[in-house]
């Protein structure tokens, strides 16, 4: 998998034939832990901006089981539209609760399993360009430091096509996976070692790890052990 640095060195290029920016994005994360439930807002997460015409769109392809499915206009959005039916999405101009300047607005990505269900924020970020050598320290943090969720858990999300169609997502959490479609789980399964989860990742995600890689997690807090 290409690192945030490569990502923004291979979009930069702007294959679509439109203007492209790439801007840092502050993800919502929330962990149960023994403490509790602890949320972490770190930037560690990168969008394109494209230009078409005079209208910016928000392009992101990498932020899991909750993300953008699509396009979405930079307009500040009562309404949301379709993410993978019934659940829904939208992006809303706001601020977050650990901003000191209650005027300051930020662009923020929601997401909601429903129409009657409340919208939960999974990022936000502004339209500053972002250049490759941020990316890379975003990327050296996110992957080195002891309080980035990306060195504490295995997060894995996969979308589930029917004939063309986004119709769910086949996610991992450590050793938790299930297959949702809509919003049904129709599989689900626990991984009680690395065995299992290696397994797990053959069959469900189409990856098959190589004898280095499959040891690179022994002694890790993220290995499994029964």
């Known amino acids: 998998m290409p690192s945030l640095g490569e990502?923004?060195?291979?979009?930069?290029?702007?294959?679509?034939g439109f203007p492209v920016s790439h801007v840092e994005a502050v993800s919502r994360i929330a962990l149960e832990t023994c403490n509790g439930l602890?949320?972490?807002?770190?930037?560690?997460?990168?969008?394109?901006?494209?230009?078409?015409?005079?209208?910016?769109y928000m392009v992101d392809v990498g932020f899991g089981g909750n993300g953008a499915t699509?396009?979405?206009?930079?307009?500040?959005?009562?309404?949301?539209?379709?993410?993978?039916a019934p659940s829904e999405m939208r992006l809303v101009r706001s601020n977050i609760q650990q901003n000191t300047d209650p005027n300051q607005r930020l662009w923020l990505y929601q997401?909601?399993?429903?129409?009657?269900?409340?919208?939960?924020?999974?990022?936000c970020f502004t339209e500053t360009e972002f250049l490759p050598k941020d990316y890379e320290m975003m990327n050296f943090w996110t992957s080195q430091n002891r309080t980035s969720i990306f060195?504490?858990?295995i997060l894995m999300a996969k979308m589930v096509m029917d004939e063309g169609r986004l119709v769910g997502t086949v996610t991992m959490f450590n050793g938790?996976?299930?297959?949702?479609?809509?919003?049904?789980?129709?599989e689900s399964k626990s991984c009680e070692d690395e065995?299992?989860?290696?397994?797990?990742?053959?069959?469900?995600?189409?990856?098959?790890?190589?004898?280095?890689?499959?040891?690179g997690i022994r002694g890790l807090v993220t290995e499994l052990k029964r």
């Not at 699509?70 to 993978?84: H, M, Q, V």
């Not at 997401?111 to 990022?123: F, I, K, L």
């Not at 938790?176 to 129709?186: P, W």
Request: net charge negative; hydrophobic share 35%.
């Open 7 to 16: 990502m923004a060195r291979l979009s930069e290029a702007g294959e679509s």
């Open 111 to 123: 997401a909601r399993d429903s129409s009657d269900r409340e919208w939960q924020t999974q990022y």
């Open 70 to 84: 699509r396009p979405l206009a930079l307009e500040d959005s009562k309404t949301g539209c379709e993410r993978i």
């Open 176 to 186: 938790e996976v299930k297959k949702l479609v809509g919003n049904q789980i129709m």
């Open 38 to 56: 602890i949320e972490y807002l770190q930037r560690s997460h990168m969008v394109n901006i494209i230009t078409i015409g005079n209208t910016k």
């Open 195 to 215: 065995r299992e989860r290696l397994d797990v990742l053959k069959e469900w995600f189409g990856i098959k790890l190589t004898g280095e890689e499959e040891r």
């Open 151 to 153: 060195t504490q858990a």
